[in-house]
């Protein structure tokens, strides 16, 4: 029996996982996750529980007016792209 080489047993591997989900990741281009809260904060947010890169812009959660928001964020501006009260 010869043994499997390991860049077969690697390629094998990543094919049955490719059904997997990656965490997204920010950009290159992207404004830094503390200047994307600054950006918030500017915009009536007191606090943000929940800030990550997701399908190509900032995804996160929040504090704004007393209330807990979702909220999308510009990935290069911060600006809010579209908020909801949670």
Do not use: C
């Not at 059904?19 to 200047?35: E, K, R």
């Not at 399908?55 to 909801?84: C, R, S, Y």
């Amino acid at each position: 029996m010869r043994p499997i080489p390991i860049l077969a047993l690697a390629l094998a591997l990543n094919a049955g996982l490719s059904g997997f989900a990656v965490a997204d990741q920010p950009g290159a281009d992207w404004l830094p996750i503390d200047q994307v809260k600054k950006a918030l904060m500017a915009e009536g947010y007191t606090e943000i529980t929940k800030l990550e890169a997701d399908d190509g812009h900032w995804d996160g959660e929040g504090i704004k007016n007393g209330q807990k928001m979702k909220f999308d964020a510009d990935p290069k501006t911060g600006a809010i792209l579209g908020e909801v009260a949670d």
